[in-house]
């Protein structure tokens, strides 16, 4: 199947006249032309692909620029992810605002919409916050920060709602949400932490969790996506999902983020993994990962590291990227189904970003040229 050509500075107007033409005629025609037609892959594929919520800079395929999604495009993969922030706050507007990749609705929406129109499987990373949240970081969005757990749990389903709608509406519907980015210790702090004072409070956090889910669906009507719950490297994974689901949140795939200059070396992955597998039995995407493609001064404090198994090459990028789908295909029971590389579009041309280490670990070399390692990506998707 061929696509029109997507990416910084193309057209996208033919595929998105799909979304709404219906009939027998129409149907016709679009079998007639392959090359209009722009599906998702199914979610039973195995999905490879990337974050890439900083779009910019010049992007090129086989030396040929392209743009960013139509170099995912050529490579074979099949899913691109964008993060959401409720509101970005003043110190993330002042360092990207001039940049113009603020990553909140109105920034994310037509990016969405251009890659569904490309034809990937659209996830979107709902964060919950007004800038990053992570294992150590869960800021409740400065609008919402008095309220009570009653009141925090009806505004977040009415965001939640308002957002799947907004990209329902606009053709940009997710195939599937991250409620939450790396709830290790639960989210929206303080109402939603997880531990405190050494005791674990899940039912605040399955109920917060599960008036997210409720929003979503009342959003997406009749397309409900798949819902994941992802969590950055931890060892007590196993007993989290375990946790949530005895507390009755519903959720479909299980995301586990791997760096493994924070998570040692591939074994801990295949373990890991394979205890949460037998655990859960749920699928299972590593939703986050990332490898240096050079030895330079970026990196030159992750080489001690215990898991850096491989040269900080091209090359070495591309065996360590075959190395971790190697390992989530391996999983029993076909549940591992997908990898996604954090800071995929992160490249030295960029502005702002030319020392920012991870362009340096990303997809794309100094003059933004794809790297093997995408293809490595690329060649796993089916």
């Keep these: 199947m061929t696509y029109p050509a997507i990416g910084n500075n193309t057209d996208s107007r033919f595929c998105a006249t799909v979304n709404w033409c219906h009939g027998p005629l129409v149907i016709l025609f679009l079998a007639a032309m392959p090359g209009l037609l722009c599906a998702a892959p199914a979610s039973n594929n195995f999905l490879a692909g990337a974050d890439v919520s900083y779009f910019g800079g010049i992007y090129r395929y086989d030396h040929k620029p392209v743009g960013l999604i139509r170099a995912f495009k050529q490579s074979g993969c ?67 920060q008095k309220l009570p757990l009653p009141q925090l749990r009806l505004r977040l389903r009415a965001y939640c709602q308002r957002v799947i709608t907004t990209l329902r509406k606009a053709h940009a519907m997710p195939n599937m949400v991250l409620v939450g980015n790396e709830i290790n210790n639960g989210m929206l702090w303080p109402q939603g932490k997880l531990w405190v004072n050494h005791k674990a409070r899940w039912n605040r956090v399955a109920s917060l969790l599960n008036a997210a889910i409720a929003g979503v669906y009342a959003g997406s009507r009749s397309h409900k996506p798949k819902i994941m719950i992802q969590v950055g ?50 699928p299972i995407i590593v939703a986050e990962t990332a490898y240096p493609w050079i030895n330079d001064a970026h990196n030159a404090n992750l080489k001690s590291k215990p898991g850096m198994e491989f040269p900080f090459t091209p090359s070495g990028q591309a065996a360590y990227a075959k190395a971790v789908i190697a390992i989530v295909k391996a999983l029993p029971d076909h549940l591992g189904r997908g990898v996604w590389w954090w800071g995929a579009e992160y490249n030295p041309d960029q502005k702002g970003f030319a020392h920012n280490p991870w362009s340096y670990r990303s997809l794309f070399d100094r003059h933004g040229n794809a790297l093997p390692a995408m293809r490595v990506l690329g060649a796993a998707a089916h």
């Excluded at 970005?88 to 920034?107: M, Q, S």
């Excluded at 994310?108 to 034809?119: D, E, M, N, R, V």
């Excluded at 591939?266 to 039995?281: C, F, S, T």
């Design 233 to 282: 490297n931890f060892s007590y994974a196993p007993e989290f999902y375990q946790q949530l689901i005895a507390h009755g949140v519903q959720f479909d795939v299980i995301g586990y983020d791997y760096y493994p200059f924070w998570g040692g070396a591939l074994k801990n992955l295949r373990l890991r993994l394979d205890k949460i597998a037998e655990a859960v039995h749920k």
């Design 78 to 144: 099949n899913c691109l992810r964008l993060r959401l922030w409720h509101r970005a706050t003043a110190a993330e507007r002042r360092k990207w605002g001039t940049l113009r990749t603020l990553n909140n609705l109105a920034y994310t929406l037509p990016l969405a919409q251009k890659i569904k129109q490309a034809g990937f499987y659209f996830i979107l990373d709902m964060h919950f916050s007004d800038t990053w949240a992570d294992p150590g970081h869960q800021p409740t969005p400065a609008a919402w």
